[in-house]
């Protein structure tokens, strides 16, 4: 994707960019190019952006460790300000928490949004299927009753450093 070069944005058509987006990000692994649109617009003190894009990721289950694949999707907008000599504008807006700012003449890179974006979308808790069943039932059994060998060799270690520290 070409990056948007701010100044030029403000002298087209109602100072909007729409793009329409079917391509791999190179920083995000994804299964199948990110699709959808993505639109800027120059508001004179700020840039407004927003997308409606969606791809396909292949994650790894936190409960049964198989992987599988997981739709990602991001319907966002943001509002990115131009920076300015002034402090005021600063000093206006720091309630709302920090603020992404542009350089009113430079480029914005629709690509590295775009992942920042997908990105915030990443599922915190990875599930593969909401009837996972989770590691084998008998493999996690064994390993509580404490008949697993490694939870032995764990003892015998235990043992070792607690001799080791008697005088
Ligand atoms: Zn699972």
Same mark, same amino acid.
């Given at each position: 994707m070409?990056?948007?070069?701010i100044p030029?944005?403000?002298?087209?058509?109602?100072q909007?960019?729409l793009?329409?987006?079917?391509?791999?990000?190179?920083?995000?692994?994804?299964?199948?190019p990110v699709?959808?649109?993505?639109?800027?617009?120059?508001?004179?003190?700020?840039?407004?952006?927003?997308?409606?894009?969606?791809t396909?990721?292949?994650l790894?289950? &936190?409960?049964?460790?198989?992987?599988?694949?997981?739709r990602?999707?991001?319907?966002?907008?943001?509002?990115?300000?131009f920076?300015?000599?002034?402090?005021?504008?600063e000093?206006e807006?720091?309630?709302?928490?920090?603020?992404?700012?542009?350089?009113p003449?430079?480029?914005f890179?629709?690509d &590295?949004?775009?992942?920042?974006?997908?990105?915030?979308?990443w599922?915190?808790?990875?599930i593969?299927s909401?009837?996972?069943k989770?590691?084998?039932?008998?493999l996690?059994?064994?390993?509580?009753?404490?008949?697993d060998?490694?939870?032995?060799?764990?003892?015998?270690?235990?043992r070792?450093?607690?001799?080791s520290?008697?005088?």
């Amino acid at each position: 994707m070409d990056a948007i070069y701010i100044p030029q944005l403000e002298k087209a058509r109602q100072q909007t960019e729409l793009i329409n987006v079917n391509e791999c990000l190179t920083s995000l692994d994804s299964l199948t190019p990110v699709k959808g649109q993505l639109k800027a617009v120059h508001q004179g003190n700020y840039l407004q952006v927003s997308a409606q894009v969606e791809t396909i990721v292949t994650l790894t289950c &936190d409960r049964c460790l198989q992987q599988y694949n997981h739709r990602l999707a991001a319907d966002v907008a943001e509002m990115l300000w131009f920076e300015t000599d002034g402090a005021d504008l600063e000093a206006e807006i720091t309630l709302e928490g920090p603020v992404e700012t542009i350089s009113p003449q430079g480029y914005f890179e629709p690509d &590295d949004w775009l992942y920042q974006q997908l990105c915030l979308q990443w599922p915190q808790c990875q599930i593969c299927s909401s009837d996972c069943k989770g590691m084998d039932q008998e493999l996690m059994a064994t390993g509580y009753q404490g008949n697993d060998h490694r939870w032995a060799a764990l003892e015998a270690l235990k043992r070792t450093l607690v001799d080791s520290q008697e005088p």
